[in-house]
């Protein structure tokens, strides 16, 4: 059998995946991971609540580790 087209396939997938790969982080680079509010809408962004991390999370059953 000739396995030739299929790591032709393969070499290109994986060329693609890193091509794109290096997109994203050349596009992230210019990105401000800041988040940007209005001086009149601080009060109102600070006034809220934030729900809890462990209420807005399911677990699926599985029971939590101590660790």
């Known amino acids: 059998m000739n396995w030739t087209p299929y790591l032709i396939v393969w ?3 994986g060329v693609a995946t890193l091509g794109l790969a ?10 401000d991971d800041y988040i940007h509010v209005e001086d009149w809408k601080a ?3 600070a006034s809220k609540k934030l729900p809890h991390a462990s209420s807005t999370l399911s677990t699926g059953g599985a029971k939590r580790s101590p660790f």
């Open 22 to 31: 290096l997109y994203r982080k050349f596009l992230t680079m210019k990105e």
């Open 11 to 13: 070499i290109c997938l």
């Open 43 to 45: 009060g109102e962004v």
